[in-house]
C-alpha cells in the first residue's frame, strides 16, 4: 500500500528557515517524480516544487531561490528545505507522487497519492 | 503562466442531483487536465486525468470532458460524501503545474 506521511512542520519566525519530510512506503521515491503542494488557510491549491526521477527540480517562482527539494534514497523519503520564510507562505505543505501514467511527452498525468499534510505558520 | 478558471465558485445541491462543474483554461492545453476532490481537513484525491479516464477506485458517477480550453466534470447522481471542494490542475506546462480556484459543492 502506497503511505506518504509529512513531518517537521510547526511555528516559525519570518526570515527562519524549516526542514520538512515525507517519509514514502508501497513505492521507490527515486523511481518517481515528486510534488510538493501547498495550500494557504481557506485558500486553494498552490505547487511549490517538484524532483524528478532523473533527479532534476523545479520551483514556483514564489519560493524559487529560497526553498530546496531533495530526496535520500536510502531513507525513501522526499524533503523541502524552507529558508528566508516569509508571512505568505504560511500553509499545509502536502506532498504528492506524481502519477507513474505519462503522457507522450514523459510527463506525469496527475498526482496520485498525497500526504495528509503538515502545516506551517510563519509568524513573529 | 496559465491560469485556470472554475465557475461556479460555490454549488448547492441535493442527493441525487446531477451536477456539473465547469473549468477554463487561458490558453489551450490539449487534454492535459486533471480533477481533484477535497475534502476539509484532508488531502486532495485525484478523480480524473486526461481530461476524462477515471482514475482506478473512483465511482462511476464520476465523469470529465473537454480539450483545448474548455473543461467539465460531472457527477451524476450526488451521494453525500461526494460533497466537498473540487479542483481542476492543468499539467500541460509541467512541472509549472497551476490548479483552478476550487468548487464548494454542498448540500441544499
Same mark, same amino acid.
Given at each position: 500500500?502506497?503511505?506518504?506521511?509529512?513531518?517537521?512542520?510547526?511555528?516559525?519566525?519570518?526570515?527562519?528557515?524549516?526542514?520538512?519530510?515525507?517519509?514514502?512506503?508501497?513505492?521507490?521515491?527515486?523511481?518517481?517524480?515528486?510534488?510538493?503542494?501547498?495550500?494557504?488557510?481557506?485558500?486553494?491549491?498552490?505547487?511549490?516544487?517538484?524532483?524528478?526521477?532523473?533527479?532534476?527540480?523545479?520551483?514556483?517562482?514564489?519560493?524559487?531561490?529560497?526553498?530546496?527539494?531533495?530526496?535520500?534514497?536510502?531513507?525513501?523519503?522526499?524533503?523541502?528545505?524552507?529558508?528566508?520564510?516569509?508571512?505568505?507562505?504560511?500553509?499545509?505543505?502536502?506532498?504528492?507522487?506524481?502519477?507513474?501514467?505519462?503522457?507522450?511527452?514523459?510527463?506525469?498525468?496527475?498526482?496520485?497519492?498525497?500526504?495528509?499534510?503538515?502545516?506551517?505558520?510563519?509568524?513573529? | 503562466?496559465?491560469?485556470?478558471?472554475?465557475?461556479?465558485?460555490?454549488?448547492?445541491?441535493?442527493? %441525487?442531483?446531477?451536477? @456539473?462543474? /465547469?473549468?477554463?483554461?487561458? !490558453?489551450?492545453?490539449?487534454?492535459?487536465?486533471?480533477?481533484? $476532490? #477535497?475534502?476539509?481537513?484532508?488531502?486532495?484525491?485525484?478523480?480524473?486525468?486526461?481530461?476524462?479516464?477515471?482514475?482506478?477506485?473512483?465511482?462511476?458517477?464520476?465523469?470529465?470532458?473537454?480539450? %483545448?480550453?474548455?473543461? @467539465?466534470? /460531472?457527477?451524476?447522481?450526488? !451521494?453525500?460524501?461526494?460533497?466537498?471542494?473540487?479542483?481542476? $490542475? #492543468?499539467?500541460?506546462?509541467?512541472?509549472?503545474?497551476?490548479?483552478?480556484?476550487?468548487?464548494?459543492?454542498?448540500?441544499?
Amino acid at each position: 500500500e502506497v503511505q506518504l506521511v509529512e513531518s517537521g512542520g510547526g511555528l516559525v519566525q519570518p526570515g527562519g528557515s524549516l526542514r520538512l519530510s515525507c517519509a514514502a512506503s508501497g513505492f521507490t521515491v527515486s523511481s518517481n517524480y515528486m510534488s510538493w503542494v501547498r495550500q494557504a488557510p481557506g485558500k486553494g491549491l498552490e505547487w511549490v516544487s517538484v524532483i524528478y526521477s532523473g533527479g532534476s527540480t523545479y520551483y514556483a517562482d514564489s519560493v524559487k531561490g529560497r526553498f530546496t527539494i531533495s530526496r535520500d534514497n536510502s531513507k525513501n523519503t522526499l524533503y523541502l528545505q524552507m529558508n528566508s520564510l516569509r508571512a505568505e507562505d504560511t500553509a499545509v505543505y502536502y506532498c504528492a507522487r506524481d502519477s507513474d501514467y505519462y503522457d507522450s511527452s514523459g510527463y506525469p498525468l496527475g498526482s496520485d497519492y498525497w500526504g495528509q499534510g503538515t502545516l506551517v505558520t510563519v509568524s513573529s | 503562466a496559465i491560469r485556470m478558471t472554475q465557475s461556479p465558485s460555490s454549488l448547492s445541491a441535493s442527493t %441525487g442531483d446531477r451536477v @456539473t462543474i /465547469t473549468c477554463r483554461a487561458s !490558453q489551450g492545453i490539449s487534454s492535459y487536465l486533471a480533477w481533484y $476532490q #477535497q475534502k476539509p481537513g484532508k488531502a486532495p484525491k485525484l478523480l480524473i486525468y486526461a481530461a476524462s479516464t477515471l482514475q482506478s477506485g473512483v465511482p462511476s458517477r464520476f465523469s470529465g470532458s473537454g480539450s %483545448g480550453t474548455d473543461f @467539465t466534470l /460531472t457527477i451524476s447522481c450526488l !451521494q453525500s460524501e461526494d460533497f466537498a471542494t473540487y479542483y481542476c $490542475q #492543468q499539467y500541460y506546462s509541467y512541472p509549472q503545474n497551476t490548479f483552478g480556484q476550487g468548487t464548494k459543492l454542498e448540500i441544499k
